[in-house]
């Protein structure tokens, strides 16, 4: 029979886990700061301090680039409404509550050294920035009821995307101090997706059935976080449009790497529950 768990219990087991992965990821994600990778010498006063305000001729960036970074700030400037959320199911003890802060910074740090960049270059207009930041934060965000495990998962598919997004951002390599930044959030993103995917495989060792029927339900109803652009427009399609984030890439880039290493095609000990959802998943993907 298998054994359903529920969330205090996933909670309490997975504590030595989070300690562990939690203790790992620090030492592998700290070793930058956002200021280092900012060319303040670039910056000017805009003209409430005597200077010159923002016109569309200052930006040396592509439309693409300027977009992948917008988008990339606007989601990271969203955190507090992604912390309300998580802290909802992830707030209950020591390292559960140490990692919602350590990650909380980190998306922080990742807003800090855009936004930092975006003003001292000129790259995008600050009034239309902070418009849209406003109105996004106002809208906030909420996740769908979720269990602990989908949760997870979620989480780990989420930072994977990310990762991606920036990968591609570098990619465009038009500018090498925007390609060094997003590659910086891409290492941050993959190890944060990291952290995530070692808890689902702790999860899927306590209670498999139930884990391989999260990862089916969250793949299947997964969507990456969107924002409302500046002058309207979901950046969803855009970024698909400009082929910084391709849903048609998904299974490939985001799916794949995470089902190889939780060995779900190979898995030897789920019941009939477990098998139903990776049948569901296979004709998924
Ligand atoms: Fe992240």
């Known amino acids: ?9 996933l909670l309490s087991e997975l504590v030595p886990v989070v300690e562990e992965n939690l203790t790992r990821h620090i ?36 439309e693409v680039e300027s977009l992948a970074l917008t988008v990339g700030v606007l989601v990271a400037d969203n955190l507090p409404a992604y912390h309300r959320e998580i802290a909802k199911h992830l707030a209950l003890m ?23 960049y975006l ?20 809208r ?13 998962v979620n989480s780990a598919l989420e930072e994977k995307a990310a990762a991606v997004r920036h990968h591609n951002t570098a ?4 500018d090498p101090l925007v390609a060094m930044i997003a ?23 306590l209670a498999p059935d139930q884990t391989v029927q999260a990862v089916a339900s969250r793949i299947a109803a997964f969507d ?17 449009e400009a082929g910084i984030y391709d849903l048609a890439e998904q299974g490939e880039k985001v799916f794949s790497p995470l089902l190889r290493s939780w060995n779900i095609a190979t898995r030897t000990d789920l019941g009939p529950e477990g098998d139903q959802a990776r049948e569901e998943l296979s004709a998924l993907l």
């Open 224 to 240: 990456v976080p969107s924002v409302v652009l500046p002058g309207g427009g979901s950046s969803t399609a855009v970024l698909a």
């Open 1 to 9: 029979m298998p054994i359903e768990k529920n969330d205090s219990q």
């Open 27 to 62: 030492a592998e994600a700290d070793g930058w700061q956002p200021h280092d990778l900012v060319p303040w010498d670039q910056g000017k006063n805009f003209a409430f301090m005597g200077g010159t305000d923002w016109s569309a001729d200052q930006t040396s960036l592509s």
């Open 119 to 138: 003003m001292v270059t000129r790259a995008v207009d600050p009034v239309a920035l902070e418009r849209a930041r406003m109105d996004e934060m106002v």
């Open 94 to 116: 020591g390292p559960w509550w140490r990692w919602v802060g350590r990650w909380t910074a980190e998306e922080n740090r990742q807003s800090i050294v855009l936004r930092n």
């Open 140 to 152: 906030g965000y909420a996740m769908a009821p979720m269990h602990l495990i989908e949760m997870l």
């Open 171 to 174: 990619a465009l390599g038009e």
């Open 183 to 205: 590659e910086r959030l891409a290492a941050d993103d993959d190890l944060q997706s990291l952290f995530y995917r070692n808890l689902v495989e702790a999860a899927l060792e």
